[in-house]
């Protein structure tokens, strides 16, 4: 099962620090779907990094099991 | 004077005159560079006493804060004597008694649209320690347009980011930039800043630390710039990763600086047939609670003279002869004896003369002296 590592407001609108998804995901498009499913507040953070084994993803870039995947939304404090 | 340093600085300056990639040459960049740091807070405070410390030749500091009891708690520059001061004249004060060769230029003001490229035109490096995203997307934006390398960092609660944006590298080729990685600011409800949400105050030293290495690299060519990676820190599981990002495809365009707080949805335009209101109660309480807001009358001379509650008396007839009496930077309230007077008047001001900070006080004196109490 894929784990997810959750950074700022993303830890808040999950409730932790990690998550795993208890369905499988094919790809980025697939995981964002599953979060915006799951936690609706997902779809209001329009812009979200999501970092697959550090490196930038995009919609389309294919999951693992074993990959790394960080979601990591904008923070704006200094 | 620009091209040589004196035995005290020699002195001042000779662990890093020893270190290796560094030396003079790097020591005299330092010297000849000029950073404008942006926001004097949290970050701004590491930020600047590590360039001061470091022999950065020229630094501007621009903030329009206060120092408030609240901020002691991570922005190490300030002590319990800078209380109350404006920031960036008790961080002059202690940036020069620690470099005196250093020369300060300081801004005093909000960082707008109107003045960005004015002020960061002529600095080498632009370091953003502010506290919201539309400043963000503005420093990023100007940078952009003006060429100049943008050494970002942002906190929140326990984790911190710190990229350099619009870096031209060694090949000329220019790296990619905030909107990169963020096209689109989150709607106001899902950014909780430092007041709202925390932060740990060393977090703040750590962060504005790093930031403050990566202008030094910028500057001074030594080792890899954090170009094209976004390094994140979470210091509860004292973990760091750093995630590398391309430019977008397709890019985004940045032809010219836009209104911010509207990108980033902090004041949504109102439609034309849209006022927003304010009642008596919550009246009452901003002016005993002394906020700076402006209050309008715009009844007849006759009907203030009988009954009023403070306002300016800019009658409605007479109201696009005094535009210039009225203030676009705070809240201003307009009156008249029902309310009715007032709605037409701050239609017309918004729809004409686009005011946005503009309210209408519910239910006009009437309401007051139901609720409040007998207007003088």
Known sequence: MVTVKLFGIAKEIVGGSTLTLDSPVANVEELLHYLRERYPEFAKLTSLLIAVNDEYARPATVIHDTDEIAVIPPVSGG | ?376
């Open chain 2, 1 to 376: 004077m620009n091209n040589s340093f004196t035995k005290e600085e020699l002195i001042r300056y000779s662990r890093h005159l020893i270190l290796p990639e560094f030396g003079e040459p790097g020591q005299l960049k330092l010297k000849k560079a000029k950073v404008l740091v942006v926001g004097a807070g949290g970050l701004g405070a590491p930020l600047l006493l590590y360039l001061t410390a470091a022999g950065v030749g020229t630094l501007g500091i621009i903030d329009f804060d206060e120092v408030e009891l609240s901020n002691l708690q991570r922005q190490v520059l300030y002590g319990q004597e800078s209380l109350g001061q404006p920031k960036i004249k008790a961080a002059v004060e202690r940036l020069t008694a620690l470099n005196p060769h250093i020369q300060f230029n300081l801004y005093q003001e909000k960082l707008t649209s109107a003045n960005a490229l004015e002020i960061l035109k002529g600095y080498d490096v632009v370091a953003d320690g502010t506290d919201n995203f539309p400043t963000r997307y503005l420093v990023n934006d100007a940078c952009v347009l003006l060429g100049i390398p943008n050494v970002y960092a942002s906190i929140y609660r326990y984790e911190g980011q710190v990229a350099v944006f619009n870096y031209t590298g060694k090949n000329g080729n220019r790296g990619p930039n905030y909107r990169d990685l963020y096209p689109t600011p989150p709607p106001p409800e899902m950014v909780p800043n430092c007041a709202e949400g925390g932060v740990l105050g060393v977090l703040a030293g750590i962060v504005g630390s790093m930031q403050a290495s990566e202008v030094i690299k910028v500057i001074t060519g030594t080792g890899t710039v954090l170009s094209g990676r976004l390094l994140i820190i979470d210091t509860l599981s004292m973990e760091t990763r750093t995630v590398k990002y391309p430019k977008a495809s397709p890019g985004h365009e940045i032809k010219e600086l836009i209104d911010y707080e509207e990108f980033c949805g902090m004041n949504k335009s109102l439609s034309p047939f849209e006022v927003k209101e304010i009642s008596v109660q919550e009246l009452n309480t901003l002016l005993k609670t002394g906020q700076d807001i402006q209050l309008i009358d715009v009844r007849t001379a006759f009907e203030h003279h009988i009954a009023n509650i403070g306002g300016d008396l800019i009658p409605l007839e007479d109201i696009v002869n005094q535009i210039d009496q009225i203030s676009r930077d705070k809240q201003v309230v307009l009156y008249c004896k029902v309310g009715i007077r007032s709605t037409e008047a701050i239609l017309h001001l918004q729809n004409v003369y686009n005011f946005t900070n503009l309210y209408n006080l519910t239910g006009g004196i009437s309401a007051w002296a139901n609720e409040i109490g007998k207007p003088g």
